[in-house]
């Protein structure tokens, strides 16, 4: 007897055979309406997907809100929109997860939100629930996803607003929304000021340019100087100037580095990350002692440090799940007390002094608040204190009226 025949004789064999082959056809046969449907899909219509992630994703959700469907659907959910007219944030019902129809400019709009729960490592990086929202529109005129764009892009740009986002353990909070700051009311040297501008919108027209060369798409921006010298204003009239938001973390108030790598990989490629004032943290300082740990007395127990550590503040900025495209910016009065490797070239791009008004922009500062002002004004109000930081030329500008000056400097 031939091993075929065998074979053949053997009828569990040949029933595994029959029934996978079976299968096999079955899933095939399966696959064919599929491949269809989206074949014919592709061929008379045209998709848009947004994933949640991106900045835009928020301003279309606000969006939909505003369309006749979502007064008409059963499926719905909460959405936060800034209302521009009444100039505070407020929430809004949008449509929810599924298939919505809505009519745009007269055409049919298919619209599907997708929200699917963040794995077990999504969430230990911080990640909450990804959503994604698909708009189908029929034939290949794009007219009707064009103004879904549109709109979006007249919400991105915020009218000239600027959000400000403060760390509140566990999420970010919208602390104000403000109007774009004119980097014209920054007083710093124009040579610097134009360096940072320069620096800033290359980088962010750089995305593909940093991945043909195997770099990380982020850039670390050092701002340092005295106390009033202007490092806050300067960068939200920057992150303005490229329309990103702005996310302050106080490192004193972290629990720990499993609390500031949340922090940090919540603000994704269109948001700013601001550190301020990071020498006053211990864990800038030293390797060893957490930014607030907790002392105890002799002989007393020993307590769990708790806070940041300096590895754990280095891993957050640059570490493996540093996120793409973040633009971070630490703030330090005292450079001299931070260790050599939290700034250091590679995890800091650009390192940048921000003194006290010399004469000069003091003098443009002075001619900016009282344009009518003399020479002799503006040295009776602050000649004999200078250099002046800009805080206290500021103060001082709005608490003397123009008439006290003058009529002090007569």
């Known amino acids: 007897m031939t091993a075929l025949a065998m074979l053949a004789e053997n009828q569990l064999l040949v029933g595994l055979v029959g029934a996978t082959a079976t299968g096999a056809a079955l899933f095939a046969l399966r696959q064919v309406p599929i491949k269809i449907g989206v074949a014919l ?38 959405a936060e929109a800034y209302d521009y007219e009444q100039g505070r944030w407020s929430l809004q019902i949008t449509l929810g997860a599924g298939w919505h129809l809505v009519m745009v400019e007269g055409r049919p709009l298919l619209v599907h939100r997708h929200v699917q729960e963040a794995d077990s490592l999504g969430k230990a990086l911080g990640g909450g629930r990804q959503q994604r929202l698909t708009l189908i529109t029929l034939g290949r005129n794009q007219s009707a996803l064009r103004a879904v764009v549109a709109d979006a892009e007249r919400r991105y740009q915020g009218f000239g607003m600027v959000s400000v986002l403060f760390w509140a353990g566990g999420c970010y909070e919208v602390a104000d929304r403000r109007p774009v700051r004119d980097l014209d009311t920054i007083f710093i040297p124009a040579a610097q000021k134009r360096r940072l501008v320069d620096d800033l919108t290359t980088f962010v027209t750089s995305r593909e340019l940093y991945r043909r060369r195997g770099v990380p798409w982020r850039r670390g921006i050092f701002l340092e100087g005295p106390p009033g010298t202007g490092k806050t204003s300067l960068i939200q009239a920057l992150a303005g100037l490229i329309s990103r938001s ?127 002002g003399t020479e002799g004004e503006f040295d009776r109000l602050c000649g004999p204190d200078l250099p002046i930081s800009a805080a206290d030329m500021q103060g001082r500008l709005l608490s003397a009226p123009t008439v006290e000056i003058r009529e002090v400097a007569a």
């Open 41 to 78: 899909r592709e061929a008379f219509s045209t998709t848009l997907t947004i994933d949640s992630d991106d900045s835009s994703y928020a301003h279309v959700s606000v969006w939909l809100a505003q369309q006749d469907a979502a007064r008409k659907a059963r499926r719905l959910m909460m």
């Open 246 to 372: 702005v996310y302050v973390v106080n490192l004193s108030s972290l629990s720990g580095d499993n609390d500031l790598v949340r922090a940090v990989n919540q603000v994704g490629w269109d948001g700013v990350l601001v550190i301020e004032d990071i020498d006053a943290v211990k864990a800038s300082q030293d390797r060893v002692t957490p930014s607030n740990a907790v002392a105890t007395a002799p002989g007393g127990p020993v307590a769990e440090p708790r806070g940041v550590t300096l590895s754990g503040l280095l891993n957050a900025i640059d570490g493996l799940t540093a996120r793409e495209g973040r633009i971070l910016f630490i703030t330090s009065n005292h450079p001299d007390k931070l260790d050599p490797a939290l700034i250091r070239p590679g995890r800091v791009d650009r390192r940048e002094h921000i003194a006290k008004l010399t004469r000069g922009d003091a003098w443009a500062m002075f001619l900016a608040y009282r344009p009518e």
